[in-house]
Each structure stands twice: as C-alpha cells, then as structure tokens.
Nanobody, 114 residues
C-alpha cells in the first residue's frame, strides 16, 4: 500500500509561482508512472501532468508550458513546479498514478487571486 502526502500549496497572485511536493511511503513508487491531478471548485478531478519512470512527461493543454513535473525515485518524491499561475488554476492538487490507483492523500490547496 502506498501513502501519499502532498504539500506546498498556498495563496498566490496571478502570474506567480508555487512548487508542490508529494512524498510517497511504500515500495511501489519507483515502478509506476506518477501524476498530478487537481479538482477545482465544482469541477471533476483532472489529470494535469504525468511522468514515466524514465522521466518522460506529458501535460494537459491547460498547463502546458507553465507547469513542470519531476520525480526523484531515490527519495520517493514527485514535484510540480507551477509558473505563470492563473485564477483558473485554483484547485486542490493531488499526486497519484495517472489512473488514480492508490488511496488519495489529503491534497494541497492552491488559490490564485486575480
């Protein structure tokens, strides 16, 4: 079983930056693709970035060019660098596999003010 703990969220003005981190407890992290998901107010959860075990990345169109996902498999961590933030990026952000296969963590709130 993998436990996921997200951190790094906060309140930021539009155009600002935040870096989210996710720590995974368990042995399966290094063998799996990882992703960052988000759920905005009144919206369904969506996958915004993912990274393979080899480091290949893929992004949703809405964040492409602004967000960067990275991982450190030795430390069981995955990060999301978010630049040029927009009010529509306001959401609770979660890490998990791209399919959401593991129990969800508590997430970390990101609020972008205009």
């Amino acid at each position: 079983q993998v436990q996921l703990v997200e951190s790094g969220g906060g309140l930021v003005q539009a155009g600002g930056s935040l870096r989210l981190s996710c720590a995974a407890a368990g042995n399966m992290f290094r063998y799996n693709r990882m992703g960052w998901h988000r759920q905005g107010p009144g919206k369904q959860r969506e996958l915004v970035a993912q990274i393979t075990t080899a480091g290949r990345t893929n992004y949703a169109d809405s964040v492409k060019g602004r967000f960067t996902i990275s991982r450190d498999s030795a430390k069981n961590t995955v990060s999301l660098q978010m630049n040029s933030l927009k009010p529509e990026d306001t959401a609770v952000y979660y890490c998990n596999t791209p399919s959401g296969a593991w129990p969800w963590g508590q997430g970390t709130q990101v609020t972008v003010s205009s």
